[in-house]
C-alpha cells in the first residue's frame, strides 16, 4: 500500500545546529503536508505544499516539494529551544486520505 | 512499524442519520486513542480521548452526546457521529498511541471524510 517513510525518527542537535526531516513517498501525492507536534501537545499544521519542485519558508523553516511530488524536506537553521518537538509530514493522494509519515523527533542537546 | 487504519476512508450521508468511524491499530495494542477533527489546511483539532475499557474524556465545546466514543479494545475505537447535519461535515483523523519504556508515540491514521447532505 501507499507508504510514506520518514527519516530520522530522532534527531538530537546543538541549540544553533540546523535540523532537516525528510519523507519519501512511494506514490505521487497531489500535496503533502507539515505538522509540528510538541511534547504532551497536538500536531499543529504548518504548511502545505503543492507544487512540483516547490520552495517555501517560514522564518526559519525551509518546506520543499520534490519535482517528482514523492519527496519532501524540512530544514530548520539555527535551532531554538522553541524548536523542539516532533516533526510529521503527510501525504495527501486525490482521495484526500493522509498518509502519515512516523515523525522525526527534534532533540535540544543540554 | 505501527500502522493504523480508518474506515471508511469517506463517507456521504444524508442530514439526521447516524455514522460510524472505525479507528484499529492493526500490529500494536493502544491503551490511549485520539480522535481529530480537522478543517482544510488547519490544525488537528483534539474531540476526545479515547481510553480502552473506559468512558472517553471529551474536550471542551464537544458534544459527548453527538460524538460518541466507544474504545471496546486495545485494538479498536469507534466514533459514531449521530444525528448528523451538514456542519458536521469534516475530516476525521484518529491515532493511537504506542508505549514504548518511558516513551509515548502517536500513530495517525489516514482520516475519514465525512460529507452530510
Known amino acids: 500500500g501507499q507508504q510514506v517513510m520518514q527519516i530520522p525518527q530522532y534527531q538530537h542537535v546543538q541549540e544553533g545546529e540546523d535540523f532537516t526531516t525528510y519523507c519519501n513517498s512511494s506514490?505521487?501525492?497531489?500535496?503533502i503536508q507539515w505538522y509540528k507536534q510538541r511534547p504532551g501537545g497536538h500536531p499543529v499544521f504548518l504548511i502545505q505544499?503543492?507544487?512540483s519542485g516547490e520552495v517555501k519558508k517560514q522564518k526559519r523553516l525551509t518546506f520543499q516539494f520534490g519535482e517528482a511530488k514523492k519527496n519532501s524536506s524540512l530544514h530548520i537553521t539555527a535551532t531554538q529551544t522553541t524548536d523542539v518537538g516532533t516533526y510529521f509530514c503527510?501525504?495527501?493522494?486525490?482521495?484526500?486520505?493522509?498518509?502519515w509519515g512516523a515523525g522525526t523527533k527534534l532533540i535540544i542537546k543540554p | 512499524g505501527a500502522v493504523v487504519s480508518q474506515h471508511p476512508s469517506w463517507v456521504i450521508c444524508k442530514s439526521g442519520t447516524s455514522v460510524k468511524i472505525e479507528c484499529r491499530s492493526l500490529?500494536?495494542?493502544?491503551?490511549?486513542m485520539f480522535w481529530y477533527r480537522q478543517f482544510p489546511k488547519q490544525s488537528l483539532m483534539l474531540m476526545a480521548t479515547?481510553?480502552?475499557?473506559?468512558?472517553?474524556?471529551?474536550e471542551q465545546g464537544v458534544e459527548k452526546d453527538k460524538f460518541l466514543i466507544n474504545h471496546a479494545s486495545l485494538t479498536l475505537s469507534t466514533l459514531t457521529v449521530t444525528s448528523a447535519h451538514p456542519e458536521d461535515s469534516s475530516f476525521y483523523i484518529c491515532?493511537?498511541?504506542?508505549?514504548?519504556?518511558?516513551?509515548?508515540?502517536?500513530?495517525f491514521g489516514p482520516g475519514t471524510r465525512l460529507t452530510v447532505l
Open positions: 506514490t505521487t501525492l497531489s500535496n
Open positions: 500490529d500494536f495494542q493502544a491503551t490511549t
Open positions: 479515547s481510553n480502552e475499557g473506559s468512558k472517553a474524556t471529551y
Open positions: 491515532s493511537a498511541s504506542l508505549t514504548s519504556g518511558s516513551s509515548d508515540t502517536q500513530y
Open positions: 503527510a501525504g495527501q493522494e486525490s482521495n484526500y486520505q493522509l498518509i
Open positions: 505544499l503543492v507544487k
